[in-house]
């Protein structure tokens, strides 16, 4: 077997010697290509700085022991150094796979929990949903019939992969629904009892269902533990909150939730809404409620859509374009 260690010095010898010579381009891509080679030879730092001692002072030979002695010093900090090093490398290697596997499950996600606006002529719909990271912990979703049409608003209370999946087991509990299930209540007491069953008992779910009918322009709805939006009264201009009674998704089986209905005008408007717009918080503390019925006000001459866009465009300015917690909000407006 060849001893790389004779060849090493006087190619390294060779190499500082020239490069000591002319500070040459050449001579430093020649050192570049040397270091490849003890790589492979698994040659340690601590000997090249040893070789690296020698030939200074063979080339130099009034060289200072104590200039010498300092790469003593060097090899120390560099040994350590590159412990640190690599536990930094690998450190961003762990975080970019992280990265990369949410950016795929927020991809997923948005796929998978995609609803499209519905377009009537009895009701003008318009709907946003931010997360305030990758992964949204808020999910809504529209369902059509002949005669109605279902909404529902959930909000996990916890954030990232795990609340993503949370929403994968409600959009897999409202599929799996029963046909002939009609009532807001009932939905919520069948959903409560799919997610007690497969949640983990740290995790919850608050939710909001509600059904406009078409025929009768009445909206019925129920809450569990949901936050309340609002009802505004085209006739007297006026908001009042969506009383809303209910315990969250998720703590125990068999709970009965409480069923409310209004009868919609022409005009009139239902405002729904994750708790990411209620706590909206400013440097002065969390908004008032009253800013966002004000910013309702603001915008109603323009259509559903452009509401809750434009709404959302002013919250977050007053949040220094920081949003802290994902943000949903849907509007249906009665023409």
């Not at 000997?47 to 010093?73: A, N, Q």
């Not at 452009?306 to 009665?334: A, G, P, S």
């Amino acid at each position: 077997m060849i001893d790389f260690k004779p060849i090493l010095e006087s190619s390294y010898r060779e190499i500082l010697r020239r490069y000591i010579e002319e500070c040459s381009e050449a001579s430093l891509y020649q050192a570049q290509m040397f270091s490849r080679k003890s790589i492979k030879q698994q040659i340690p730092p601590e000997e090249i700085i040893s070789i690296h001692c020698k030939v200074l002072k063979d080339i130099f030979p009034d060289i200072r022991e104590e200039i010498l002695s300092s790469f003593d010093f060097l090899i120390e900090f560099m040994m350590n150094y590159g412990l640190a090093y690599q536990e930094y490398q690998s450190l961003r290697d762990k975080q970019f796979e992280i990265k990369s596997e949410i950016e795929m499950a927020a991809s997923i996600q948005e796929n998978f929990l995609e609803t499209s606006i519905p377009r009537l002529d009895e009701v003008d719909i318009g709907a946003i949903s931010v997360p305030a990271k990758k992964i949204n912990g808020d999910f809504y979703r529209f369902i059509e019939d002949e005669k109605s049409i279902s909404v529902a608003i959930a909000d996990v209370i916890g954030k990232g992969i795990p609340a993503a999946l949370c929403m994968t087991l409600i959009k897999y509990g409202m599929d799996s629904l029963p046909k002939c299930i009609k009532n807001p209540k009932e939905v919520l007491a069948n959903l409560n009892n799919v997610v007690e069953n497969n949640l983990d008992s740290s995790m919850f779910i608050t939710m909001f269902y509600g059904i406009y009918d078409f025929c009768n322009h009445t909206f019925t709805y129920a809450a569990a533990g949901h936050e309340q939006g609002f009802y505004y009264h085209a006739a007297s201009q006026s908001f009042e909150d969506l009383t809303t009674r209910g315990m969250v998704l998720g703590v125990q089986q068999n709970i009965t939730y409480e069923q409310f209905e209004k009868k919609v005008k022409p005009g009139d408007m239902i405002i729904m809404l994750s708790d990411g717009v209620t706590e909206s918080k400013t440097e002065k503390g969390f908004i008032e409620r009253s800013i966002i019925t004000d910013l309702i006000k603001t915008y109603m001459h323009l259509s559903a859509q452009e509401m809750v866009e434009n709404i959302y465009r002013d919250i977050e300015r007053l949040q220094n374009y920081e949003i802290r917690d994902d943000f949903t909000l849907i509007i249906f407006k009665k023409l």
